[in-house]
């Protein structure tokens, strides 16, 4: 069974929100630090933000200040609301758990066009 499956991605103009869903088996929700990754086509894959297991989040400095990265414990799923969209933010969307290493979702296509 996958342990994280990520979910929520669509078509957005630019300008427009789209929150994404990550769905953790609860003893990896419950173990490692937890945060996306995005890859757009031909370009390497980048890390976009993480929330660490006391709450703390980090940002790339492509995203701070429109993402936000959120985790419900009761739910054991991480979230992505990501406002004020751009074309450039056009990619593949990926959860993980425990970095690069660790577990991954099986993506949801974000795509941000007029």
């Known amino acids: 069974q996958v342990q994280l499956v990520d979910s929520g991605g669509g078509l957005v103009q630019p300008g427009g929100s789209l929150r994404l869903s990550c769905a953790a088996a609860?003893?990896?929700?419950?173990?490692?630090?937890m945060g996306w990754y995005r890859q757009a086509p031909g370009k390497q894959r980048e890390w976009v933000a993480t929330?660490?297991?006391?709450?703390?989040?980090n940002y790339a400095d492509s995203v701070k200040g429109r993402f936000t990265i959120s985790r419900d414990n009761a739910k054991n799923t991480m979230y992505l609301q990501m406002n004020s969209l751009k074309p450039e933010d056009t990619a593949v969307y990926y959860c993980?758990?425990?970095?690069?290493?660790?577990?991954w979702g099986q993506g949801t296509q974000v795509t941000v066009s007029s």
């Open positions: 993980n758990a425990g970095a690069t290493n660790g577990y």
């Open positions: 929330i660490i297991r006391d709450g703390r989040t």
């Open positions: 609860r003893n990896i929700f419950n173990t490692y630090s």
